[in-house]
C-alpha cells in the first residue's frame, strides 16, 4: 500500500536554530498539507498545496515558518529560528481530490525545542 | 469561523460496551465529515466519512456514524467495543462542493481506553 513518507522521525534542537522536515506524498497526489499538532489537541493545518501552488497558509506563522513544493511532488517544511512553542508533531498528508477531506497521513515528525 | 468540538476528551470503557463519541460542528453549508483513528504509534488514518445520501454511515472495524444535520452532530458509534479499538479518535469536517473555502477542521479528539 503507498504511503505517505516523512523524514526524520524524531528531532531534537535547542532555539534558535533551524530545522527542516521532508515530506513525500502517495505518488499522483496533487494536494498536499502539512499540519502541527500539539500533544493533546487535534490537528491544525498549516499550510495547503495544490500542485506547486499554496492554496492555504493563513496559519503558517510566516515570521519563522516556510514551506515549499517547488516540483509540486516532495515538500519542505522549515523553522528559523525554533522556538520553544513549536515542541509538537508535523504531520504531512496528502489527498487525490482537493477539499474532499479524505487525507493519507505520513508516521509525522517529532520536534523537541531545548 | 468554522469549529468541531469533540466534548470527551477521555473515555473509558470495558470490553464489550457500546460506545458513542460526540461530534459537533459549526457551519451552516454543506459539509464533508469524517472520523479518523490514530492507534498507538501508528499514523492518522480514515476510519469512515459522510458526503451525502444516507445519514447513518458504516465504516471499517465495526464503527457507523449518523449526520445529524438540524443537530450539527457526527456521532461515533460502536455496539461493542474490542481493546484493540483503544486508540485516539478524530472527528473532521471540510465544507462540501458548494464553498470555495479549502481548510479541513479536525476537533480536539477523544482518547478511547478499553479496559481487557
Known amino acids: 500500500e503507498a504511503e505517505v513518507a516523512q523524514s526524520p522521525r524524531y528531532k531534537i534542537t535547542e532555539k534558535s536554530q533551524a530545522v527542516a522536515f521532508w515530506c513525500d506524498p502517495i505518488s499522483g497526489h496533487a494536494t498536499l498539507y502539512w499540519y502541527r499538532q500539539i500533544l493533546g489537541q487535534g490537528p491544525e493545518l498549516l499550510v495547503q498545496f495544490q500542485d506547486e501552488s499554496v492554496v492555504d497558509d493563513s496559519q503558517l506563522p510566516k515570521d519563522r515558518f516556510s514551506a515549499e513544493r517547488l516540483k509540486g511532488v516532495d515538500s519542505t517544511l522549515k523553522i528559523q529560528p525554533a522556538e520553544l512553542g513549536d515542541s509538537a508533531m508535523y504531520l504531512c498528508?496528502?489527498?487525490?481530490?482537493?477539499?474532499?477531506?479524505?487525507?493519507?497521513f505520513g508516521e509525522g515528525s517529532r520536534l523537541t525545542v531545548l | 469561523a468554522q469549529s468541531v468540538s469533540q466534548h470527551n476528551h477521555h473515555v473509558i470503557l470495558s470490553e464489550a460496551a457500546s460506545l458513542e463519541l460526540g461530534c459537533n460542528y459549526s457551519y451552516g453549508g454543506t459539509v464533508n465529515l469524517f472520523w479518523y483513528v490514530q492507534y498507538p504509534g501508528q499514523h492518522l488514518q480514515l476510519l469512515l466519512k459522510?458526503?451525502?445520501?444516507?445519514?447513518l454511515v458504516k465504516g471499517i472495524k465495526g464503527f457507523e456514524a449518523e449526520f445529524i444535520k438540524s443537530k450539527f452532530s457526527f456521532n461515533l458509534r460502536k455496539p461493542s467495543v474490542q481493546w484493540s479499538d483503544t486508540a485516539e479518535y478524530f472527528c473532521a469536517v471540510t465544507l462540501g462542493p458548494d464553498s470555495s473555502a479549502s481548510k479541513i477542521i479536525f476537533g480536539s479528539g477523544t482518547r478511547l481506553s478499553i479496559r481487557p
Open positions: 498528508a496528502s489527498s487525490g481530490q482537493q477539499n474532499t477531506g479524505e487525507l493519507f
Open positions: 459522510y458526503f451525502s445520501g444516507d445519514p
